[in-house]
């Protein structure tokens, strides 16, 4: 059985590099994107799939 879960994030300021190690929350966990660059206002959602329930 696979979970997914949404972490959606906003950001006040220019942030660079943004990512989430979505192998620290489980280790065989999937995200749909890692790494992105947001520009002031800018949001973004992190999907993540894995096998427990976070």
Do not use: Q, W
Not at 5 to 24: E, N
Not at 27 to 37: F, N
């Amino acid at each position: 059985m696979a979970f997914s879960r949404a972490f959606p994030s906003k950001v006040r300021g220019f942030l660079k590099y943004f990512c989430l190690m979505a192998d620290r929350l489980d280790s065989v966990a999937v995200a749909g994107s890692m790494l992105v660059t947001l520009m002031p206002g800018e949001s973004h959602v992190f999907h993540v799939t894995t096998k427990i329930n976070i």
